[in-house]
């Protein structure tokens, strides 16, 4: 695909924007439509609420999500009103939240995220650390087990099977894989969809629908759970699990960089992407692995981790900047340097699978969407990370997102402005 496509796909995502957020009875406006500024400029926010008038508005203020800058109160007339000024000389988030007696509505901004560098730097033996770990990836037999899933009518010329791939980690890649049956030799793009947190959630799990659908555009598209785990089991094993063994899997291991819970995750990325280009049909050159939150966060690692990764896609990513808070910001989920674990020795493990490391070396091209009220995955962190790839960023900063997909008012917006966009951006790349 050329770059003048690429290009004209960032300006209409920036032309896209919107500059205002919306509750049922409030509404919010600030200066800047991409909710981006620069240092020292001025950021006005100002609420309208006229069906309000009388009721009183309360307001907070934070600087890079929990640090708590301003609150007030005041009287809703019939006029806009005056919500927040102020101007910033560092790189930082803003967030302003504001609440009636049954309404809320919040708005995000960002000031220089181009220069936000992570809390921590990079280990000295990072690359000798992975480069260890790939070669033992790599010397390990395959031992593949497959079954085939019967699809319906309309997956005629597709087909899917139920995937196992023996790992490093300790457990096995678990998926789906799917392919149109009578693609020539080099001639597909490989698509790897990873799934974000949780265990027994719907969200969670590879399904057979979401491997056809990419295949039906014509790739070899594997659908990854993060954990492992058997697919298409009864809901019980899922919740055995989730009360388990991966019980808040995501704190197991934070002292160790050898116990790391996400290492073996990490491994079974790198895995499944070495089964896929082993696949004759793959046309050798691009790669697009596309997931959210966490998922999201094995994108980014993904396209870090392995050069062969030519594009992801990464919606509102985790597992950015972990070590953020010795910057005096919160780090990405599951915000690990926050939890009461020795900070020592979380000081020699984390940096090892943060995106903010991993994506130093990464050429590939990043299609990424952060919400600008997020909590979970916060704007900062992703910036962060992602400032530190090298390939060609497609960032859509989103003033009126939280970590899920807007609701209510803002639903229709975000699906107009905001999906419409990445699946264009998905299917163009994969044409």
């Known amino acids: 695909m050329k770059r003048?496509?690429?290009?004209?796909?960032?300006?209409?995502?920036?032309?896209?924007?919107?500059?205002?957020?919306?509750?049922?009875?409030?509404?919010?406006?600030?200066?800047?439509?991409?909710?981006?500024?620069?240092?020292?400029?001025?950021?006005?926010?100002?609420?309208?609420?006229?069906?309000?008038?009388?009721?009183?508005?309360?307001?907070?203020?934070?600087?890079?999500?929990?640090?708590?800058?301003?609150?007030?109160?005041?009287?809703?007339?019939?006029?806009?009103?005056?919500?927040?000024?102020?101007?910033?000389?560092?790189?930082?988030?803003?967030?302003?939240?504001?609440?009636s007696k049954e309404q809320t509505a919040s708005l995000g901004m960002l000031v220089e995220p181009e220069k936000l560098k992570p809390g921590a730097k990079c280990p000295k033996d990072f690359d000798a650390y992975w480069d260890n770990l790939k070669k033992s990836l790599n010397a390990l037999?395959?031992?593949?087990?497959?079954?085939?899933?019967?699809?319906?009518e309309s997956d005629y010329g597709y087909s899917c099977e139920d995937i196992e791939v023996n790992c490093q980690g300790p457990k096995p890649v678990r998926g789906y894989f799917a392919k149109p049956e009578k693609a020539a030799p080099k001639t597909l793009p490989i698509v790897l969809l990873v799934h974000a947190a949780g265990v027994k959630g719907s969200w969670c799990r590879s399904e057979p629908g979401n491997a056809l659908t990419y295949?039906?555009?014509?790739?070899?598209?594997?659908?990854?759970?993060?954990?492992?785990?058997?697919?298409?089991?009864?809901?019980?094993?899922?919740?055995?699990?989730?009360?388990?063994?991966?019980?808040?899997?995501?704190?197991?291991?934070?002292?160790?960089?050898?116990?790391?819970?996400?290492?073996g995750m990490y491994l079974r990325l790198l895995r499944t992407?070495?089964?896929?280009?082993?696949?004759?049909?793959?046309?050798?050159?691009?790669?697009?692995?596309?997931?959210?939150?966490?998922?999201?966060?094995?994108?980014?690692?993904?396209?870090?981790?392995?050069?062969?990764?030519?594009?992801?896609?990464?919606?509102?990513?985790?597992?950015?900047?972990?070590?953020a808070p010795l910057s005096g910001r919160m780090g990405g989920w599951p915000q690990p340097y926050e939890t009461d674990a020795s900070k020592e020795e979380m000081l020699k493990a984390l940096p090892y699978f943060d995106a903010a490391n991993i994506l130093k070396d990464s050429k590939a091209i990043i299609y990424t969407e952060i919400g600008l009220i997020d909590m979970v995955c916060p704007s900062t962190s992703v910036y962060t990370a992602i400032n530190q790839a090298n390939g060609q960023k497609i960032i859509y900063t989103v003033p009126y997102r939280p970590h899920h997909q807007p609701e209510g008012a803002l639903a229709k917006t975000w699906q107009e402005d905001i999906y419409k966009p990445r699946d264009l951006f998905i299917r163009n790349y994969l044409k």
């Open 273 to 323: 992407i070495d089964f896929l280009t082993q696949q004759p049909e793959w046309d050798g050159k691009r790669i697009m692995v596309i997931g959210e939150s966490q998922g999201g966060g094995q994108a980014l690692v993904a396209a870090g981790l392995d050069q062969r990764v030519s594009a992801v896609v990464a919606i509102v990513p985790a597992m950015c900047d972990w070590l």
């Open 215 to 263: 295949a039906k555009l014509g790739t070899l598209c594997f659908d990854l759970n993060a954990h492992g785990m058997l697919n298409d089991q009864p809901e019980n094993y899922y919740t055995d699990l989730e009360n388990s063994e991966l019980k808040t899997y995501w704190l197991q291991g934070l002292t160790s960089r050898d116990n790391l819970y996400f290492r």
């Open 4 to 99: 003048h496509l690429y290009s004209s796909i960032f300006t209409l995502i920036l032309s896209c924007l919107s500059v205002i957020v919306l509750s049922q009875d409030i509404t919010l406006k600030q200066t800047s439509k991409s909710g981006i500024y620069r240092n020292g400029q001025k950021i006005t926010v100002k609420a309208f609420a006229e069906n309000l008038a009388g009721d009183t508005l309360h307001i907070k203020v934070f600087k890079n999500n929990n640090q708590l800058l301003n609150q007030k109160t005041i009287i809703i007339g019939k006029d806009s009103l005056m919500v927040y000024e102020g101007s910033f000389k560092e790189p930082c988030s803003i967030i302003i939240e504001t609440r």
């Open 141 to 152: 037999p395959w031992d593949i087990k497959t079954a085939v899933i019967l699809g319906t």
